[in-house]
Antibody, heavy 117, light 107 residues
Framework: EVQLVESGGGLVQPGGSLRLSCAASEFTFSTYSMNWVRQAPGKGLEWVSY????????YYADSVKGRFTISRDNAKNSLYLQMNSLRDEDTAVYYCAREKSYNIDYWGQGTLVTVSS | EIVLTQSPATLSLSPGERVTLSCRASQSIGSYLAWYQQKPGQAPRLLIYDASNRATGIPARFSGSGSGTDFTLTISSLEPEDFAVYYCLQRSSWPRYTFGQGTKLEI
């Protein structure tokens, strides 16, 4: 069974930084594109960022462009999200999600990021 | 940006009933629509992809249909474990996915 385990969430002040990680297992990580999707408390889902299997393609939602950076280390089966200049509205559970044939098929359990002073 | 509008926001039903959830796109998205189920405190689970294809392990009581701008998810006979929030997702503007706002199915 595909396993995606996020970590790195926590409480951070506005303007601060945080780096999220996602450890993947039980599938060939290096052959799949990956995404980050977030969900604010009690709200719906919002796509955040995409990275291709080789890291050659990276895309961001307008709401995070210029502040967040997605990356991956295929040797370590890991996905990352560097979040800088955090704002209150970035408070959410962040999910890493696998993409297969242009569909998001598996999700991790998420890690909570709280931006508050 | 392609906007997905789900209706209704909340549905109150009983086990055994048949239910149809709606998702409407602001412009044509072909068949590039997926449905997810999310239970409290859990990650979303893929139910249907490309409008009508059931994902691996999804029971046959779940079915999807539609193309263009209008899509439906049908659960033929509700089981107690089906009460959850359902989201639609479009990939026509891949990789800039957008989600609907969700429909809550409650007992």
């Amino acid at each position: 069974e595909v396993q995606l385990v996020e970590s790195g969430g926590g409480l951070v002040q506005p303007g601060g930084s945080l780096r999220l990680s996602c450890a993947a297992s039980e599938f060939t990580f290096s052959t799949y594109s990956m995404n980050w999707v977030r969900q604010a408390p009690g709200k719906g889902l919002e796509w955040v960022s995409y990275i291709s299997s080789s890291s050659s393609g990276k895309y961001y939602a307008d709401s995070v462009k210029g502040r967040f950076t997605i990356s991956r280390d295929n040797a370590k089966n890991s996905l990352y999200l560097q979040m800088n200049s955090l704002r209150d509205e970035d408070t959410a559970v962040y999910y890493c999600a696998r993409e297969k044939s242009y569909n998001i098929d598996y999700w991790g359990q998420g890690t909570l990021v709280t931006v508050s002073s | 940006e392609i906007v997905l509008t789900q209706s209704p926001a909340t549905l109150s039903l009983s086990p055994g009933e048949r239910v149809t959830l709606s998702c409407r796109a602001s412009q044509s998205i072909g068949s590039y629509l997926a449905w997810y189920q999310q239970k409290p405190g859990q990650a979303p689970r893929l139910l249907i992809y490309d409008a009508s294809n059931r994902a691996t392990g999804i029971p046959a009581r779940f079915s999807g249909s539609g193309s263009g701008t209008d899509f439906t998810l049908t659960i033929s006979s509700l089981e107690p474990e089906d009460f959850a929030v359902y989201y639609c997702l479009q990939r026509s503007s891949w990789p800039r996915y957008t989600f609907g706002q969700g429909t809550k199915l409650e007992i």
